[in-house]
């Protein structure tokens, strides 16, 4: 099967699937949801333990994994103890769950180290970078797309409209780029990334964020203006995250992070845009009170 069918077989089956998920299964803050992000954001992990593996800074598998998904499952888990118990007057209990176990992360990540053998104190700075970044990278910005799914008064619609802006941005970029992409090699960590690629997502972004505003008043500002530039932001994170990841791969000398996702490639390779934007969503969206 061609790259181009498996791509187009992704997106109209595997696209409408995660959309029924989110729709159709919200019980226990989107539990459904959450256990497919925290699943592959241990894929996530995996994957980005052979680029540090790749590069000789580390071969540690297992610390990777439980950082890289144990942030996004404390944030889950941080929401479902409930505010009263896990939470203070100023951080939701996601958020608590979140920084609590970036934190236990981080020690155990820096703190193992004290206790090296001699023969081991060259490899303290290359493996505890490498740990901590496991924990900030897909761990934090991975709990991000928990909070999506399980925070906000209309978590569905928000989740819903995050990933529809993520998935438009990065279709069209793939499309018009395909088609009309003449100008290459803007970027060096991603020479095939063409002009008419950027500026194709761009508009999907720019244009699907108007659409949802004009079919969900209300949620993504008060005019097309304001949901326009909103998209903007939303869409340069997904450039951005998709960019850092073919930074990483291309330091690491790896083409694709995995071959899990048809049409797709690894993990990463799926959900490095998401990385990057799911922040930017979340904060600007409790910023301006967006789904709330």
């Known amino acids: 099967m061609s790259n181009l069918l498996q791509r187009l077989l992704l997106f109209f089956v595997g696209v409408p699937l995660i959309a029924a998920i989110v729709v159709f299964l919200p019980q226990y803050r989107h539990a459904a949801v959450v256990s497919m992000i925290v699943g592959l954001l241990a894929g996530c992990s995996l994957e980005l333990a052979r680029f540090f593996g790749a ?20 944030a889950y888990i941080g929401g ?9 007057s100023f951080l939701s209990g996601s958020s608590m769950g979140i920084l609590l176990a970036a934190g236990a992360g981080l020690i155990v990540s820096f703190g193992g180290s004290a206790f090296v053998r001699a023969e081991g104190i060259p490899d303290v700075m290359p493996r505890a970078s490498a740990l901590g970044f496991a924990t900030a990278y897909p761990g934090l910005l991975g709990a991000f797309l928990v909070l999506l799914a399980s925070e906000p008064p209309k978590a ?20 018009v780029g395909m088609t009309l992409g003449r100008r290459r090699g803007i970027v060096a960590v991603s020479p095939n990334k063409s002009l008419a690629g950027f500026i194709g997502g761009m508009c999907g972004s720019i244009g699907t964020s108007i ?51 048809p049409g797709r490639g690894g993990f990463l390779d799926s959900l490095d845009s998401l990385l990057f934007a799911a922040p930017v969503f979340y904060g600007l969206s409790l910023l301006l009170g967006f789904f709330r």
């Open 55 to 74: 590069k000789g800074l580390s071969d540690r598998i297992g610390p990777f994994i439980i950082l890289g998904a144990g942030v996004p499952a404390a």
């Open 211 to 261: 659409g949802i505003a004009a079919i969900l008043p209300g949620t993504m500002g008060s005019s097309a203006l304001e949901a326009g530039a909103f998209g903007f932001v939303i869409g340069a994170a997904v450039i951005v995250g998709d960019l850092f990841e073919s930074a990483l791969k291309r330091s690491s000398g790896i083409k694709d992070s995995g071959s899990a996702i």
């Open 156 to 175: 569905t619609e928000s989740l819903l409209a995050f990933c529809v802006l993520a998935f438009s941005n990065d279709s069209l970029a793939w499309l």
């Open 80 to 88: 479902m103890l409930g505010e009263s118990f896990f939470s203070t």
